[in-house]
């Protein structure tokens, strides 16, 4: 690996495309990603982990496969002898810039929509660890801690596949202003898996 792609998470990432983004715009696909990227999942197995109906679920999965995000895996066989159709995350997400200006957030965000009802499910008891805090931040001060930060959890993405024996650990860094802000967004986001 370059040295600026080891120090610039961006020279790793591709814009998303439309179709990426309208994908990854619903709480719900950003959970169906995240949960096909932890086993193997049926429609059916979605839709009652997510409770809701099979032709919601497959709905949001062909969204999903359709923009690359999700793919079948191996039919199976189920515990009743019937033939499952599983899918799996391509893991593509993660390596997704996309410009926060480019999102329509005025009926929320779906990243942290999707973290708030993963976290509730899970219950208190499952948070590993958190940091708050409030930093004074030029922009360029923003674009350094967001590089940053990117940067190691870059290094744990590329290196997940080694720990897979081991529990799955979710998360979300969300810089924000302290102060509503009156101009328009700025900055990018890895889409996250």
């Given at each position: ?107 929320g965000f779906a990243p942290v929509d999707a973290f708030q009802q993963e976290l509730a499910e899970a219950g208190p008891d499952s948070i590993a660890t958190y ?63």
């Amino acid at each position: 690996m370059t040295d600026e792609r080891r120090t610039d998470p961006e020279a790793k990432r591709r814009p998303a495309t439309p179709q990426e983004l309208k994908a990854l715009s619903h709480p719900l696909r950003v959970r169906i990603v995240r949960l096909c990227g932890d086993r193997e999942l049926t429609n059916k197995q979605l839709a009652d982990r997510l409770g809701v109906d099979p032709g919601t679920a497959y709905y949001h999965v062909r969204q999903l496969v359709d923009a690359g995000f999700l793919e079948p895996a191996e039919v199976r066989t189920g515990e009743t002898g019937a033939l499952e159709k599983p899918y799996r995350s391509t893991g593509r997400t993660w390596w997704l810039s996309v410009p926060l200006e480019d999102l329509d957030l005025s009926e929320g965000f779906a990243p942290v929509d999707a973290f708030q009802q993963e976290l509730a499910e899970a219950g208190p008891d499952s948070i590993a660890t958190y940091a708050r805090f409030s930093l004074h931040l030029s922009p360029e001060d923003v674009a350094e801690l967001d590089r940053r930060i990117v940067a190691v959890i870059d290094e744990f993405v590329e290196t997940d596949a080694e720990r897979r024996h081991l529990p799955a650990h979710g998360g979300l860094f969300l810089l924000h202003r302290t102060e509503p802000s009156h101009g328009a967004p700025g900055g990018t986001a890895p889409a996250g898996d």
